[in-house]
């Protein structure tokens, strides 16, 4: 009788932590779940409410982190980013948290985290585009184009060669870029918004490369697309415009860019009129009338803490050109001052953006070690656990010594090839 007792007991403490291990089992995707609910409630607020969404997003990734939860860390990572890319123009914190989501959703294994390696890499080209590093912008583009491709993804290889075509465009490449946007275009039906999208490139393409007429024509097939919002038929009549201006034809320019002037002005993100005002006063700079070209740069100059960039050096150096035209040295002297150091600005961002990759991968080597420091303690309470479910502690022992030990040689193996993969040691 005392022994079916004992056998009894021990059948109910096998039992007991077998109950133990799927209630944690359990509570992990209960918590997965609830993790995927809260990332998508927070990206739901970035447009109305980015602060909150931010501070939301900050409180999801540090719970993720604590409970390892891969999708929960790599969607934290991409609102972050997100908000600082598109809403803060913060492009180099946004860089970091990007580079910090790919990290994570590269050594997944979950295909709800992987297949957000697109978005990813191809947001992290844009922001390197936007600074003119255009070897990572590049490299970027391609790991995002191979994710697609690995995916089958039509949608985002259009997408992608899409960023691509600018990217040349900015490198003088426009013949490739022309090819590229052509062939985008043969496969894109008039009623699609990016028929719009890639006409307005290709005629931006033709324009760089000095073929006017075909510039114009390209643009105007990008208003073929009527549904589209006064916003993307001004940017059409502001490009028409310029082409006209290369042209010499003034009347035609004057009349395309008061077109997109008169259209802008009724938009809520009023930072577009920089370029159209920036423009009329060049025109008027190109025609001889300079007191009409300095109105326009005046009223350019007026959007400048508007347009979050630096791009406004080049205004500042047609101001002082204006000024000197009129003989008034002082204010001249004044603005090719502010052209120095606004292009000082620009080029120090640049250099800056440029080393982001370095410095962040330089950090990476150490987070690295210590989460796979972290992971190997993690490994060791699990199989801990085990031992106490399956009885056989000899031989768990064993196992959980040796497997240590191939974890941490295989850690060191890891941070040596970081190292020489970085140039730090041969």
């Given amino acids: ?24 089992l359990s509570s992990h995707l209960i918590f997965a779940n609830s993790i995927a609910d809260r990332a998508s409630s927070i990206s739901s607020l970035i447009g109305q409410y980015p602060d909150s969404a931010y501070s939301l997003a900050e409180d999801l990734m540090i719970e993720a982190l604590k409970r390892n939860d891969e999708y929960g860390i790599v969607q934290s990572n991409f609102i972050l980013a997100y908000i600082h890319d598109e809403i803060k123009g913060e492009y180099g914190k946004a860089i970091i948290y990007y580079l910090e989501a790919i990290r994570y959703a590269e050594e997944s294994s ?9 978005s990813l890499h191809k947001n992290c080209g844009v922001i390197f585009r ?23 993804n039509e949608q985002e290889k259009q997408s992608i060669n899409y960023n691509i075509s600018g990217l040349l465009m ?28 890639y006409n307005n490139r290709l005629g931006l393409a033709l324009y760089e490369f000095g073929d006017y007429e075909s510039a114009i024509e390209a643009h105007n097939n990008s208003l073929a697309f009527t549904s589209l919002s006064n916003k993307y038929h001004a940017y059409a009549m502001h490009n028409i415009g310029r082409c006209f201006s290369s042209l ?4 035609s320019a004057y009349s395309h860019f008061n077109k997109a002037l008169e259209m802008k002005q009724n938009l809520s993100n009023q930072s577009t009129l920089f370029s159209t005002y920036s423009e ?29 960039n630096l791009d406004y ?17 002082n204010e001249a002297k004044k603005y090719e001052d502010l052209h120095s150091e606004s292009l000082n600005k620009y080029l120090e961002v640049q250099k800056d953006i440029q080393e982001i990759d370095k410095r962040y991968n330089m950090d990476l080597i150490t987070k690295r070690y210590f989460d796979k420091v972290e992971k190997q303690e993690r490994i060791a309470h699990i199989l801990w656990w085990s ?34 993969k970085l140039k730090v040691i041969d």
């Avoid at 300095?294 to 009223?299: A, T």
């Fill in 1 to 24: 009788m005392a022994f079916f007792y004992i056998a009894y007991k021990k059948q109910l403490f096998g039992v007991k932590y077998i109950f133990i291990f799927f209630t944690i």
């Fill in 110 to 118: 979950y295909d709800n985290v992987s297949r957000d390696l697109i």
């Fill in 130 to 152: 936007k600074f003119k590093s255009y070897t990572l912008a590049e490299e970027y583009y391609n790991k995002a184009f191979e994710h697609a491709l690995e995916t089958e």
């Fill in 170 to 197: 900015d490198q003088e490449r426009f013949n490739e870029a022309v090819v590229i946007l052509t062939n985008l275009i043969s496969k894109t039906s008039i009623d699609s918004r990016n028929y719009w999208k």
């Fill in 248 to 251: 010499n034809n003034f009347n």
């Fill in 280 to 308: 009329l006063g060049n025109l008027s700079l190109k025609n001889g009338e300079v007191k009409k070209a300095l109105k326009y740069f005046n009223q350019a100059e007026k959007y400048i803490d508007q347009i979050g």
């Fill in 313 to 329: 050096y080049e205004l500042f150096k047609s101001k002082a050109d204006a000024l000197f035209l009129l003989k008034d040295f």
């Fill in 387 to 420: 031992k106490l479910i399956s009885g056989s502690l000899l031989g768990m022992l064993l196992f959980t010594i040796g497997f240590n030990r191939y974890q941490k040689v295989q850690l060191r193996k890891s941070i040596v090839q970081d190292l020489i």
